[in-house]
């Protein structure tokens, strides 16, 4: 399982995480596909990591989701 994928079913779930990240669900979905947290997070326009690390009780940090859920990472793996 991914870390963004394991952060999200540590917080509850999908529909959990869209209400404390205040978007959709279809957006989380969209996290997952992509492995990654949204480009807006990585440039400071949102803080994501940080409210799910916050929901989740100790369980992970917002950096270490932040270290583990960069776009393009999984395509830079792959190759």
Known sequence: MSALKDSITKV????KASVICGVSQRAIYKWIAADSLPRTEYSGETRYAYVLAAASSGQFT???LLSAAIPG???KLAS
Request: aromatic share 10%.
């Open 12 to 15: 509850g779930g999908v529909a």
């Open 62 to 64: 917002a950096e270490w």
């Open 73 to 75: 990472q999984a395509l």
